[in-house]
């Protein structure tokens, strides 16, 4: 028999507060004090992960390398340029044996993956291949950025949380966006671009809801990263701006040269996952010996390179060395990304582009007459150029480009820069970001359709009908006691407690004059139904009625509840609608 008071307690839902109202409020895409308030986590989380991922190598740096900081790989013993590197692969190879081929991605494309395939959701011991696996790269002098693996950790420690508390799984993904921007934004003491970079790199939108948690990440992590961490930039730029706008035509021709390395490197990241199928330790000992090789000659190769961004914005380098470093830079880090070393790619990529802008300013010089911009104006450039270009974000480049630098004066000329480069890369070249590039090579695609991400953003419960009530298939009375206060839908078990109907309140009669007193659907057989979880976002729902043609929807609680109804009805009306 039924139980009436808990179908009137599940009607007018008593549980205003708590947790599980929490939980709820979250399945609709207004709820902004919740999101805000996940925002805020995020941030806190992302910070705390990168504190004690930078901590990991840069203590450890600042005590053995020669120069007392993290970045002083140039001044060792040169037969330790070829052999840390060496070293550093075997150590990184062994530690990845330890896991499955699939636990071992890492990074960026990684996080955008789980966006995409996995409802945001990121396995633990990818995070913890990352932990250590980019600690090790940075330890040993590899080509590595550390961006990569703090949008890792930082999406994957939010992720995790979200898991834990039984979030529905569109705020899992904000919690995600939010992560990304907290560890950007920390890494690089860049709160703004860390915001532009989760909306327009991972999370593919630009929305009121998205961006509200997002900022207060972004603000929260960076607030948090420089109390304990310190509040330093990653290199002080020389206030420096464009000296003659005769330069402008030459700018946007190296624009377009910028696109061209911007789409080498794309591509040989994508030609060396070729060998993704051989062992991985014979993999990693190879990107360690190339990098090794390179560094004997270019030993500004090894680290992130931010000591050398600085020097080649200084013009403390030469044209020869400067167009040595850029290209021994590319290909460093492109045959490592491609070999599968867990290492982050957007902190070279600065090298590179401050580098290549250098060494074009040099040559500014010589073809005009008259004043020409000092060399570190053309290195800014070069970085957001190839910043943009790589990743196919112009906006997260000029706003980054905007906060380490602290130049204004390079909005203008960095924003035609940008474009063109852009431009280049993916029109001229064919080259996409390098993460949907990496990601198309491992067969799959990452596009951002409009219906898809509305019916992300919200979850099942926002649509969900709670006036439901539970019967056995012979429970006449009860369901005449619980119709009178407006109940529409009827669940009826068998005497074994499995579901064998889910009636509407229009779709039923009552056959009064059997015996039994049956309940009957009215016209056509009981459509089709399955179950789903309260977690999901409709896009799962919506998937899952697609592939088993379900007409309705049993959604169920965490302890496996039914707690409502979804029809399908109401998922078309929503993408209707939006």
């Known amino acids: 028999m039924v139980n009436l008071k808990q179908k009137l307690a599940l009607r007018l839902n008593p549980m205003r507060f708590g947790a599980s109202h929490f939980r709820r409020r979250l399945a609709y895409n207004d709820a902004l004090p919740q999101i805000s308030f996940l925002g805020f986590v995020s941030g806190v989380a992302a910070a705390l992960v990168i504190v004690a991922f930078r901590s ?21 013993d040169p037969i330790w340029y070829f052999f840390l590197p060496v070293i550093g692969g075997l150590l990184i190879g062994l530690w990845l044996m330890l896991f499955a081929p699939g636990e071992r991605k890492a990074g960026v494309a990684h996080v955008m993956d789980r966006m995409a395939y996995h409802q945001a959701k990121m396995p633990i011991k990818n995070t913890i291949v990352q932990f250590i696996g980019g600690s090790l790269a940075i330890l040993t002098g590899q080509s590595a950025g550390r961006e990569g693996p ?8 939010s992720s995790q949380l979200a898991s834990a508390f039984h979030l529905p799984n569109n705020s899992v993904r904000l919690m995600v966006g939010c992560g990304t921007a907290g560890a950007i934004a920390a890494s690089f003491n860049t709160p703004m671009a860390g915001v532009i970079f989760a909306m327009e790199v991972v999370m593919l939108e630009y929305s009121i809801m998205g961006f509200t948690p997002v900022i207060i990440a972004a603000v929260t992590a960076t607030l948090l990263h420089n109390n304990l961490y310190g509040a330093e930039m990653a290199f002080m730029a020389p206030d420096i701006s464009m000296a003659d706008m005769r330069e402008m035509p030459l700018i946007l021709v190296y624009g377009v040269v910028l696109g061209a390395m911007a789409a080498l490197f794309t591509k040989t990241v994508t030609s060396i996952q070729n060998f993704a199928s051989q062992p991985v330790l014979a993999r990693m000992l190879v990107a360690g010996t190339f990098t090794g090789a390179l560094a004997y000659f270019v030993p500004q190769v090894m680290g992130m390179g931010t000591d050398s961004i600085l020097m080649a914005i ?3 380098y030469a044209i020869g060395l400067l167009v040595a470093l850029a290209f021994a830079k590319l290909f460093a880090t492109a045959i490592s990304v491609g070999l599968g070393m867990p290492i982050g790619l957007i902190g070279p990529t600065l090298l590179m582009g401050a580098c290549a802008g250098s060494a074009l300013g040099h040559v500014s010089g010589y073809i005009l007459d008259g004043p020409t911009s ?11 150029a190839m910043m943009s270009a790589v990743l196919q974000a112009p906006l997260a480049a000029l706003i980054g480009l905007m906060e380490l630098t602290h130049n204004p004066g390079i909005i203008l000329p960095g924003m035609a820069t940008i474009v063109i480069a852009n431009i280049s890369c993916s029109y001229f070249f064919k080259q996409d970001s390098v993460f949907v590039e990496v990601l198309r090579k491992q067969g799959l695609d990452y596009q951002a359709n409009p219906i898809t991400q509305a019916l992300n953003h919200q979850g099942v419960i926002s649509l969900m009908h709670d ?16 119709a009178d206060i407006g109940v529409s839908w009827l669940i009826i078990n068998n005497r074994d407690d499995q579901v064998d109907h889910v009636l509407h309140q229009s779709q039923i009669h009552l056959d009064q004059s059997s015996s039994m007193g049956l309940i009957e659907g009215a016209g056509s057989p009981t459509v089709a139904f399955g179950f789903c979880s309260s977690r999901a976002t409709l896009k799962e729902a919506w998937d899952l009625c697609k592939k088993r043609d379900y007409k309705q929807l049993l ?14 009805e109401e998922i078309v009306k929503y993408m209707q609608k939006d």
């Open 56 to 76: 990991l190598f840069e203590i450890p740096l600042e005590h053995w390398l020669p120069g007392g900081t993290a970045e002083s790989f140039e001044n060792l």
């Open 150 to 157: 703090a949008v890792h950790l930082g999406s994957a420690v």
């Open 314 to 316: 200084e013009g403390q």
């Open 374 to 384: 000092d060399a570190g104006f053309y290195a800014m450039l070069g970085m957001g």
């Open 467 to 482: 006036d439901v009530s539970h019967h056995y298939d012979d429970d006449i009375a009860g369901y005449l006691s619980v």
């Open 555 to 568: 959604i169920t609680d965490v302890d496996g509840s039914i707690m409502g109804v979804l029809p399908v």
